[in-house]
């Protein structure tokens, strides 16, 4: 057992171990392993510099950080105290990806890969993958990324990208027009844009600052295209901003401000990007959920239902996940103040101011394997000339199969006064007794989501959604329904 300069406790095993006191060196020969922040390195030479802090290897070796994570290498010369180092010929498993490179540099913050190649895919001739000049993983951001890339399907090339970000996303508070980052476009249909195809090309500014140049067409209104950005100035501030060219329907877009002003640790099997160093990759996402949240916005021509609504200035206080009376209850709270303008189906245009509460309290209760979800929900909506209160309760049953989770559900209306000035608000709102089911499943490679709420009042759907997805060894294909507006997506994704 070694400590080192550093602090860390370093474990070193070999067949033969020799320490050459004035240089303060240890040379190690024959099969070895060093076990190192959780990490276990395996090796037939090795020389480490205890003054210095430094570990050389010169032959192959081996890292396993994790039963998911292995890394095959050729030399390594790493300083453990500054954290900086060099691997050649990397050849690493993290999860479900495979990555090669000609070189591994590693710096405190991030870590770079030089000719990679990338896929998820473990067949010896992959079915895809990505040749990139560099890739750049920044653990503590949750960020990956590579450059000057090509795409070979079935070992043809197939297209070039300049920049691809692999980010996780946790950053991203509006994800609906964040970065659009899948390599293939999404095709579906709406009423107001009729079939469309819509996809993004990324860029990366910096692992805080990202985004995407989004480009399709719309059936109904022609060219679609525009830019989305996204901004992290730390871990607890994010801003993003998009603008986009809705052809005959003119323009959309937004900028929201949030800050994450109460977190709690995020629960992850993954190792602590605090321990980022050539044994291990780290982890590619935060480590901090956001609880509490305060949000500024404006947005204008936003697609909801069957309406664009226009959030001119709005302000969100959100909590959410918050235990209750020792876990028994969780409660989460949206407080929301601004004004709102619609533009109907019909091109009438509705302007409101309008402050809201919504409040949610769930418990859940285990009987003999079959899970209770009793919730209760508040809506409270003050408008400039009236105002829309709900209180309602809900009783769901899941049950655990072999097949999947189906479930069960019955809402009572408890209490109900005033309406909406607001087409989209109404539409499809939760507000009179009603039963639901859902159906979530898998069979093999294939998924299916089916969710329905059948109102009891209106003799009607008011929830009605079907989503297909297919995983074919690396790929997924996903199909989405929503029978009531007529919204239909397809996309494919690499698995």
Same mark, same amino acid.
């Given at each position: 057992?070694?400590?080192?300069?550093?602090?860390?406790?370093?474990?070193?095993?070999?067949?033969?171990?020799?320490?050459?006191?004035?240089?303060?060196r240890?040379?190690?020969?024959?099969?070895?392993?060093?076990?190192?922040?959780?990490?276990?390195?395996?090796?037939?030479?090795? $020389?480490?510099?205890?003054?210095?802090?430094?570990?050389?290897?010169?032959?192959? *070796?081996?890292?396993?950080?994790?039963?998911?994570?292995t890394?095959?290498?050729?030399?390594?010369?790493?300083n453990i105290?500054?954290?900086?180092?060099?691997?050649?010929?990397?050849?690493?498993?993290?999860?479900?990806?495979?990555?090669?490179?000609?070189?591994?540099?590693?710096?405190?913050?991030?870590?770079?890969?030089?000719?990679?190649?990338?896929?998820t895919?473990d067949?010896?001739?992959?079915?895809?993958?990505?040749?990139?000049?560099k890739?750049?993983?920044?653990?503590d951001?949750?960020?990956?990324?590579?450059?000057?890339?090509?795409?070979?399907?079935?070992?043809?090339?197939?297209?070039w990208?300049?920049?691809?970000?692999y980010?996780?996303?946790?950053?991203?508070?509006?994800?609906?027009? *964040?970065?659009?980052?899948?390599?293939?476009?999404?095709?579906?249909?709406? @009423?107001?844009?009729?079939?469309?195809?819509?996809?993004?090309?990324?860029?990366?500014?910096s692992?805080?600052?990202?985004?995407?140049?989004?480009?399709?067409?719309?059936?109904?209104?022609?060219?679609y295209?525009?830019?989305?950005?996204?901004h992290?100035?730390?871990?607890?501030?994010?801003?993003?901003?998009?603008?986009?060219?809705?052809?005959?329907?003119?323009?959309?877009?937004?900028?929201?401000?949030?800050?994450?002003?109460?977190?709690?640790?995020? $629960?992850?099997?993954?190792?602590? @990007?605090?321990t980022?160093?050539?044994?291990?990759?780290?982890?590619?996402?935060?480590?901090?959920?956001?609880?509490?949240?305060?949000?500024?916005?404006?947005?204008?021509?936003?697609?909801?239902?069957y309406?664009?609504?226009?959030?001119k200035?709005?302000?969100?206080?959100?909590?959410?996940?918050?235990?209750?009376?020792?876990?028994?209850?969780?409660?989460?709270?949206?407080?929301?103040?601004?004004?709102?303008?619609?533009?109907?189906?019909?091109?009438?245009?509705?302007?409101?101011f309008?402050?809201?509460?919504?409040?949610?309290?769930?418990?859940?209760?285990?009987?003999?394997?079959?899970?209770?979800?009793?919730?209760?929900h508040?809506?409270?909506?003050?408008?400039?000339?009236?105002?829309?209160?709900?209180?309602?309760a809900?009783?769901?049953?899941?049950?655990?199969? *072999?097949?999947?989770?189906?479930?069960?559900?019955?809402?009572?209306?408890?209490?109900?006064?005033?309406?909406?000035?607001?087409?989209?608000?109404?539409?499809?709102?939760?507000?009179?007794?009603?039963v639901?089911?859902?159906?979530?499943?898998?069979?093999?490679?294939?998924?299916?989501?089916?969710?329905?709420?059948?109102?009891?009042?209106?003799?009607?759907?008011?929830?009605?959604?079907?989503?297909?997805?297919?995983?074919?060894?690396?790929?997924?294909?996903?199909?989405?329904?929503?029978?009531?507006?007529?919204?239909?997506?397809?996309g494919?994704?690499?698995?």
């Amino acid at each position: 057992m070694i400590t080192a300069e550093s602090g860390d406790l370093i474990l070193l095993q070999a067949d033969g171990i020799s320490f050459d006191e004035p240089a303060s060196r240890l040379v190690a020969t024959g099969n070895g392993v060093v076990t190192f922040r959780g990490s276990h390195l395996y090796f037939t030479d090795l $020389v480490y510099d205890i003054r210095n802090d430094q570990l050389d290897i010169e032959k192959k *070796f081996k890292i396993v950080s994790t039963p998911n994570q292995t890394i095959f290498a050729q030399k390594m010369h790493y300083n453990i105290k500054k954290k900086i180092g060099q691997v050649a010929s990397l050849d690493a498993r993290i999860e479900k990806a495979f990555i090669r490179g000609n070189s591994l540099t590693v710096t405190p913050n991030k870590l770079l890969i030089g000719q990679s190649v990338f896929t998820t895919c473990d067949l010896p001739s992959p079915h895809y993958k990505i040749v990139s000049k560099k890739m750049e993983i920044y653990p503590d951001m949750g960020v990956v990324a590579s450059f000057d890339n090509l795409l070979f399907l079935q070992g043809i090339p197939l297209l070039w990208l300049p920049v691809y970000v692999y980010g996780s996303g946790s950053y991203n508070p509006l994800s609906s027009h *964040f970065a659009d980052t899948s390599i293939f476009p999404r095709f579906g249909s709406n @009423p107001r844009e009729g079939s469309f195809v819509k996809g993004g090309m990324s860029y990366l500014l910096s692992p805080a600052s990202m985004g995407s140049i989004d480009l399709g067409y719309m059936e109904k209104n022609g060219p679609y295209w525009g830019i989305s950005h996204h901004h992290t100035p730390d871990p607890l501030h994010h801003i993003t901003g998009y603008l986009h060219s809705l052809g005959m329907e003119g323009w959309d877009g937004g900028l929201v401000y949030q800050w994450d002003f109460l977190t709690l640790p995020r $629960v992850s099997s993954q190792a602590d @990007p605090s321990t980022l160093h050539p044994l291990n990759l780290g982890k590619f996402q935060p480590s901090q959920l956001g609880t509490g949240q305060l949000t500024f916005m404006s947005r204008f021509n936003e697609l909801i239902n069957y309406s664009r609504v226009d959030h001119k200035a709005q302000a969100e206080l959100l909590f959410h996940n918050i235990s209750v009376d020792k876990d028994r209850f969780v409660v989460e709270t949206t407080f929301k103040v601004g004004q709102i303008g619609e533009k109907t189906f019909e091109n009438r245009y509705i302007d409101s101011f309008c402050a809201q509460n919504e409040t949610t309290l769930v418990s859940k209760i285990d009987v003999a394997g079959v899970i209770l979800i009793p919730e209760t929900h508040y809506y409270g909506n003050w408008y400039s000339d009236r105002n829309w209160q709900r209180l309602m309760a809900t009783l769901k049953m899941t049950f655990n199969t *072999f097949w999947g989770n189906p479930s069960l559900a019955y809402s009572k209306r408890l209490m109900g006064s005033g309406g909406s000035p607001f087409e989209f608000d109404q539409q499809f709102a939760f507000q009179h007794d009603e039963v639901g089911y859902s159906i979530q499943g898998k069979w093999g490679s294939l998924e299916c989501q089916i969710f329905q709420n059948f109102d009891l009042e209106t003799k009607r759907f008011r929830l009605s959604t079907i989503s297909i997805s297919s995983g074919i060894h690396c790929w997924k294909t996903i199909f989405s329904w929503d029978t009531l507006t007529g919204q239909v997506g397809l996309g494919a994704s690499l698995n």
